[in-house]
Structures are given as C-alpha cells and as structure tokens.
C-alpha cells in the first residue's frame, strides 16, 4: 500500500519536505482511485494510480528517513500461505498492523488523518486524530472493494503459526516484531 511510505517513516532531516510530496501523493490516489472504482477502464485515472505508486517506491519520499517496512513482511508471509497477491495481503494486514502501531507513532498518523483525510482536530487529542484517520482510511478500502482480512483470501487458523514462523522480522520503524507479537494466539 502506498500509504506505508507516509505513515512508516520517522526521524529524518527532510521530514516535512518527503512528508508534503507523499501527502500530495496519497490524495492524488485516493482522487485517481475513486474513480477507477466507478469507472475500472478509466485508462487516465489507472494510470495516475501507477504514476503514483512509481513516485511513492523509487524512493524519493524515503530520503534521510529511517523506514518500517514490516507490513510488507507480514504481506509476504500471507500470501506465500494463501497464494494470495502481495497487494490482497496487504490490504488485509494493514489496518490492523496500523492499530498496532499507532501508539509508537500517533504524531506521524496523526498528520496524515489531518492533511490527507481532512479529519477535523476540534476537540480531539492527537490520538483521537490519527485513530480517526485510520477509520477513514479502513471505510476508503472496503468502499474501493479490498479485501480486509485474511479469512477472505483463505487462511484457516491452521495456516497460522506458519505464517508467523515465516514472518522476516524487520529492525526499525515504529515498533519492532518479534514472534510473539506476530502470534494472533
């Protein structure tokens, strides 16, 4: 998902520089892809997305930031047990990877729920803010169709500790993983 380059980014020199252009990026998705979802042969709209997603991962926005990649990982693991896409698996783990670690970078996800989703800040702590951004961007999600779980591409509880054992654990980022906290049991 692209929205990991924003929300899984921290400490760095060119904070607010790489932050603006990846705020600039995500609303330009979330414009593009609401109308791919209405219209999926809309040829200017998919290839805005693609635009998008080649800005977001050449790296630019990432310069001087120390980045977490680990929803990637957890992705990864997920599909190599559902034969799902790395994108369906994603968009299944990323929400609650978020939830997780928002506490370790509630300032970071509280930007993006004020400068991309427009949250209004009137009467909420920081905290509120970013949990709220997160909420529109889950509702975002199901509306453009994605799945938001596991069970729907496939895994049984069965396939469960195989994941987490094929999990790579990433150093860096917000919080780092270790088996038990990739364990959902």
Not at 1 to 25: A, C, H, K, P
Not at 31 to 56: F, K, Q, V
């Amino acid at each position: 998902m692209l929205i990991s380059s924003l929300l899984l980014s921290s400490q760095t020199v060119f904070d607010n520089t790489g932050d603006y252009i990846m705020e600039g990026l995500l609303r330009s998705l979330i414009h593009s892809a609401d109308i791919a979802t209405l219209n999926p042969t809309d040829y200017e709209a998919r290839s805005n997305i693609m635009w998008t997603a080649t800005w977001t991962l050449n790296t630019l926005v990432a310069k001087g930031k120390t980045t977490d990649w680990m929803v990637h990982m957890l992705g990864q693991a997920a599909a190599a047990h559902t034969d799902a896409t790395h994108g369906m698996t994603l968009a299944a783990v990323s929400i609650p990877y978020y939830r997780y670690i928002l506490p370790y970078g509630t300032a970071k996800f509280s930007r993006y729920a004020l400068n991309v989703r427009n949250v209004n800040p009137d009467g909420k702590t920081e905290s509120q803010i970013a949990y709220e951004g997160l909420e529109k961007m889950e509702a975002w999600m199901r509306k453009t169709g994605l799945i938001m779980n596991l069970t729907e591409l496939g895994a049984t509880i069965e396939m469960l500790e195989g994941m987490v054992k094929s999990t790579v654990i990433m150093d860096g980022g917000y919080k780092v993983f270790d088996e038990k906290t990739c364990a959902p049991y």
